[in-house]
């Protein structure tokens, strides 16, 4: 009996890592975990190290992140990874650079990001340094991301707003926390943060080339784009004129909002038709979001 009941209760216990990971893997992908960590083009193994960031202030690469106890983060305990996600800061106290998305991830629920942790944690762990990013003084001096984070940074958690709708309110979740989609169509100041006053009025990304569109309402952005157009377009990457949807948008697409339910790409678009219309903060050829 007593055997029996072991057993049960390691069947249990196996069942409920594998329902944290199954969720996990869905977080992964809204939170386009993949892209950023896995240099594919480059031939580095699945998140062992992202491709070259350009940005005003130096190129970066995102760091290895398979559970590998020496180049990975497979020594981080729960609480290592909350606070890396939630306040960008590392398990040895370093400030992480805002490339990395913590200033959303910081909204996301803990179970979210433990869920992740486990799927992270599944995956195999790749013996294969980060690369280091390649940034000049006085960005390369770390201790002033301290001082960064007092101007442009809040650790705050997502709060549902109860005068909204249960569908505007997983949208929103998702496009402010894990989707993070405002760290690229929202502008920056001047020292790389978010510009909230223009949020998702469109910006020009940090190779100074790429354009993420206005996605707010406007004559500019998506007026003429109804819930379903633009569901549609996270599934399969088409605009309401039958363009495809490439550069950058095309991974997220492929990687991330495809994969989603149909349920929370509905709630993102609803969110975004839900936004106050503001004029496009960056040029625009005319004809709204592309």
């Known amino acids: 009996m007593l055997a029996s009941g072991v057993v049960c209760t390691l069947s249990g216990a196996t069942q409920a890592d594998q329902a ?54 497979g020594r981080w305990s729960d609480q290592d990874f909350i606070r890396a996600l939630r306040e960008g800061v590392s398990p040895d106290g370093r400030h992480y650079y805002p490339v990395f998305p913590y200033t959303s991830y910081t909204k996301a629920s803990e179970r979210d990001l433990l869920d992740l942790k486990s799927y992270i944690f ?77 949020w998702m009025a469109g910006a020009v990304l940090g190779n100074g080339k790429t354009v993420a569109p206005n996605l707010t309402p406007h004559e500019s952005g998506l007026e003429q784009w109804s819930v379903a157009d633009i569901t549609f377009a996270l599934e399969l990457g088409l605009t309401p004129r039958g363009e495809i949807l490439g550069g950058e948008m095309a991974e997220v697409i492929a990687r991330s909002s495809s994969r989603l339910s149909a349920a929370d790409r509905s709630a993102i678009a609803a969110y975004l038709k839900a936004l106050p219309p503001l004029p496009s903060a960056v040029p625009t050829s005319g004809g709204g979001a592309k």
């Open 122 to 198: 599944a995956q195999p762990p790749v013996a294969e340094p980060s690369r280091s990013h390649e940034i000049g003084f006085p960005f390369a001096f770390r201790p002033l991301l301290r001082l960064w984070k007092l101007l442009n940074f809040e650790a705050v958690r997502w709060r549902a707003d109860h005068r909204r709708g249960e569908e505007w309110n997983r949208g929103s979740y998702l496009v402010e926390a894990l989707s993070h989609c405002g760290e690229c169509h929202t502008p920056r100041n001047i020292l790389g943060g978010l510009d909230h006053s223009s």
């Open 20 to 73: 944290a990971i199954d969720r996990g893997k869905y977080i992964f992908d809204a939170a386009g975990c993949f892209a950023c960590h896995t240099d594919t083009k480059g031939g580095r193994p699945t998140l062992s190290g992202g491709p070259a960031l350009q940005t005003p202030f130096g190129t970066f690469y995102a760091p290895n992140i398979t559970p590998d106890p020496r180049h990975g983060i």
